[in-house]
């Protein structure tokens, strides 16, 4: 392609006739030829490089795009450059290059980059969510114990530079919230409580929640222990305010364990370990509260779990046995009931007594197990003595709330063998009768359908109201013995005995003395109108067969010697 400046005259050639879309029958043409032919878009651009070759005298190097006849688009190369004829005329000489294909590749090519870079993008945004997901509880917001579990890698590779507390919280009634509201209401207990902990932490410092309503506290300073006690006291604090859910208060309050890194190298696996120790010992105490771990408490925890290693294992080798202690009338000593009493058979240590291993079993929710299987041998026992003549007014059984709850308990029921108006159940004071849960009223009421009689545990300890208990209507009301050991020495307490008494006399409940010790307290209860005694001043628990030889003995006219030797029993 040549250009004459001065006449603005074009000369192409066949090619750039073929380039332009244009016939080739001639070879001049006028400038605007071209011009006309430029893509409005490019137009402007090119032309003004144009202008500036003819004037700088600098060479004609660019890209544009044309528009054919026919209107297909092409992307042209240009290069030119300006000479001077012999007679001093400027002219421009130089090329055209149909680069469409190239350049539409290339700017395929970059769609492609830009596409695959934006889709690498989102796959980085992808994965970052799924790790931040994985590593983040979904309802809280909080880190997990995955989170944690990392934590404690990386601090196992590279230690922190000062020492680390962990601080591990339980909500302390948490499950009560989700039985009695649902778990809609739970979930937004456990979002307050989360909110609440991060409230209350400092830069470096953060929560995790670990499972359930469970959360550990992470901290790290000079003093590890001086801020573990402040923080952890400012959790039960801060989770003893009562949640707000649906218009009501939920008083969840909070447990919590704190374990302190003595040096900086110090395995936290097991620090984890010890805040947990530290937790179980919190709830132990009576909750809302927090408990700094030891070494001994590490001790006792370790006896403990050998403990319910072991109860486990007499659980499922019965070697869970019933025991039975007399209860006596009153008024002429006959025989008036027998009450079935756990007792644990253990390979190697002997007969061990309720109070070693009934709360571990409450712990490990196998109350409501060893509550069957008690109930279970005595009535086969209190079927065994009817069959050899030898008749027990009254069977009485412990049961557990567990058991009460346990949605089971009266279709089992309804398969034993027992005579009705014979079998009792104790039911301990502290379960409570009062609120606003009418489930264990219901239970209740079902038992004395199957003709199972209700007595009231432990009674003058507990939190039972006279209202509550006269709703309950309880066939029996058995005071404490820590009300009767006092009898002979005190005389508000043998008031106060009386008052029980009468309250039970006015609504037709009958009143057994547990605890009954001494030969005065015989004469005290009976002079007081108390109906039943039970204590070792008369017998103490015995297994089956020798309760059996007892009862016999008894029956055949010896209660006069056994009066004789009580003060010999204790």
């Given at each position: 392609?040549?250009?004459?400046a001065?006449?603005?005259?074009?000369?192409?050639d066949?090619?750039?006739?073929?380039?332009?879309g244009?016939?080739?029958?001639r070879s001049d043409?006028?400038?605007?030829?071209?011009?006309?032919a430029?893509?409005?878009?490019d137009?402007e651009n090119?032309?003004?490089?144009l202008v500036?070759?003819?004037?700088?005298d600098?060479?004609?190097?660019?890209?544009?795009?044309i528009v054919t006849?026919?209107?297909?688009t092409?992307?042209?190369?240009?290069h030119?450059?300006?000479?001077?004829?012999?007679?001093g005329?400027q002219?421009?000489?130089?090329?055209n290059?149909?680069?469409t294909h190239?350049?539409?590749?290339?700017?395929?090519?970059?769609?492609?980059?830009a596409r695959?870079?934006?889709q690498?993008e989102?796959l980085r945004?992808?994965?970052?969510?799924l790790?931040?997901q994985?590593?983040?509880?979904a309802l809280t917001?909080?880190?997990n114990?995955?989170f944690?579990?990392?934590?404690?890698e990386?601090a196992?590779?590279?230690?922190p530079?000062?020492p680390?507390?962990?601080?591990?919280c339980?909500?302390?009634r948490?499950?009560?919230v989700?039985?009695?509201l649902?778990?809609?209401a739970?979930?937004a207990?456990?979002k307050?409580?989360a909110l609440?902990?991060s409230?209350l932490?400092d830069?470096?410092?953060?929560a995790s929640?670990?499972?359930?309503?469970?959360?550990?506290v992470?901290t790290?300073s000079?003093?590890p222990l001086?801020r573990?006690?402040h923080?952890?006291?400012?959790?039960?604090?801060?989770l003893?305010r009562p949640?707000?859910?649906?218009?009501?208060?939920?008083?969840v309050?909070?447990?919590a364990?704190?374990a302190?890194q003595?040096a900086a190298?110090?395995?936290l696996?097991?620090?984890?370990?010890?805040?947990?120790?530290?937790?179980?010992e919190?709830?132990?105490?009576g909750?809302?509260?927090?408990?700094?771990?030891?070494?001994e408490?590490l001790?006792?925890?370790?006896?403990?779990?050998r403990?319910s290693?072991e109860?486990?294992?007499?659980?499922?080798n019965?070697?869970?046995?019933?025991?039975?202690?007399?209860?006596f009338?009153?008024?002429?000593l006959?025989?008036?009931g027998?009450?079935?009493?756990?007792?644990w058979r253990?390979?190697?240590?002997?007969?061990?007594?309720?109070?070693?291993f009934l709360?571990?079993?409450?712990?490990l929710?196998?109350?409501?197990?060893?509550?069957?299987?008690?109930?279970d041998k005595?009535?086969?026992?209190?079927?065994?003595?009817?069959?050899?003549?030898l008749?027990i007014?009254?069977?009485s059984v412990n049961i557990?709330?567990q058991?009460l709850?346990?949605?089971?308990?009266i279709d089992?029921l309804?398969?034993m063998?027992?005579?009705?108006?014979?079998l009792?159940?104790?039911?301990l004071?502290?379960?409570?009768f009062?609120g606003?849960?009418?489930?264990i009223?219901?239970?209740?009421?079902?038992?004395?359908?199957?003709?199972?009689?209700?007595?009231?545990d432990?009674f003058g300890t507990?939190h039972?109201s006279?209202?509550s208990?006269?709703?309950?209507?309880?066939?029996r009301l058995?005071?404490?013995?820590?009300l009767?050991?006092p009898?002979?020495?005190?005389?508000?307490?043998?008031?106060l005995?009386a008052?029980?008494?009468?309250?039970?006399?006015?609504?037709?409940?009958?009143?057994?003395?547990e605890g009954?010790?001494?030969?005065?307290?015989?004469?005290?209860?009976?002079?007081?109108g108390?109906?039943?005694?039970q204590?070792?001043?008369?017998?103490?628990?015995?297994?089956?067969?020798?309760?059996?030889?007892?009862?016999?003995t008894?029956?055949?006219?010896?209660?006069?010697v056994?009066?004789a030797?009580?003060?010999?029993?204790?």
């Amino acid at each position: 392609m040549g250009i004459r400046a001065s006449t603005n005259t074009l000369y192409w050639d066949a090619r750039m006739c073929e380039i332009y879309g244009v016939a080739n029958d001639r070879s001049d043409f006028h400038y605007a030829a071209w011009r006309d032919a430029l893509h409005p878009d490019d137009l402007e651009n090119a032309q003004a490089l144009l202008v500036r070759t003819l004037e700088e005298d600098i060479p004609y190097l660019t890209q544009f795009r044309i528009v054919t006849p026919t209107g297909e688009t092409r992307h042209i190369r240009a290069h030119g450059v300006t000479y001077k004829t012999a007679i001093g005329r400027q002219r421009i000489v130089g090329a055209n290059w149909d680069v469409t294909h190239d350049t539409l590749l290339q700017t395929e090519l970059r769609d492609a980059r830009a596409r695959t870079e934006e889709q690498n993008e989102q796959l980085r945004a992808t994965r970052h969510t799924l790790e931040h997901q994985s590593l983040h509880d979904a309802l809280t917001g909080l880190p997990n114990r995955r989170f944690l579990d990392r934590f404690m890698e990386e601090a196992g590779r590279a230690p922190p530079e000062h020492p680390v507390a962990f601080i591990h919280c339980d909500l302390d009634r948490f499950k009560e919230v989700n039985d009695t509201l649902g778990h809609a209401a739970g979930d937004a207990v456990l979002k307050e409580a989360a909110l609440r902990l991060s409230a209350l932490l400092d830069i470096g410092e953060f929560a995790s929640r670990i499972g359930g309503d469970e959360f550990v506290v992470v901290t790290a300073s000079p003093m590890p222990l001086v801020r573990a006690r402040h923080l952890a006291a400012a959790i039960v604090q801060a989770l003893a305010r009562p949640i707000e859910v649906e218009g009501r208060q939920c008083n969840v309050g909070c447990s919590a364990g704190i374990a302190c890194q003595t040096a900086a190298g110090d395995d936290l696996r097991q620090l984890l370990v010890n805040a947990d120790v530290a937790l179980y010992e919190a709830k132990k105490r009576g909750r809302n509260r927090a408990e700094l771990f030891s070494e001994e408490l590490l001790t006792a925890t370790i006896q403990t779990r050998r403990i319910s290693d072991e109860l486990l294992a007499a659980i499922r080798n019965d070697e869970i046995v019933a025991y039975f202690q007399p209860q006596f009338c009153a008024q002429t000593l006959d025989i008036a009931g027998v009450e079935a009493l756990a007792r644990w058979r253990h390979p190697t240590r002997g007969m061990v007594p309720p109070s070693e291993f009934l709360g571990i079993a409450e712990e490990l929710h196998r109350s409501a197990e060893i509550d069957a299987i008690i109930l279970d041998k005595a009535l086969t026992e209190a079927s065994r003595w009817r069959a050899i003549g030898l008749d027990i007014p009254n069977v009485s059984v412990n049961i557990s709330a567990q058991r009460l709850k346990d949605e089971t308990l009266i279709d089992s029921l309804k398969t034993m063998s027992f005579m009705p108006g014979r079998l009792s159940f104790e039911l301990l004071e502290s379960i409570s009768f009062d609120g606003e849960d009418t489930g264990i009223r219901d239970i209740i009421e079902q038992l004395k359908t199957l003709g199972i009689a209700i007595e009231v545990d432990d009674f003058g300890t507990g939190h039972a109201s006279i209202v509550s208990l006269i709703e309950l209507g309880p066939k029996r009301l058995k005071i404490d013995r820590r009300l009767i050991a006092p009898l002979e020495a005190s005389g508000s307490q043998r008031r106060l005995v009386a008052s029980i008494i009468d309250i039970g006399r006015s609504q037709g409940i009958e009143i057994v003395a547990e605890g009954v010790e001494t030969p005065a307290h015989v004469e005290i209860l009976r002079s007081l109108g108390c109906q039943i005694l039970q204590g070792y001043a008369l017998a103490r628990p015995m297994a089956a067969d020798e309760f059996e030889n007892f009862a016999r003995t008894w029956r055949e006219g010896h209660r006069t010697v056994e009066m004789a030797a009580i003060g010999r029993r204790r």
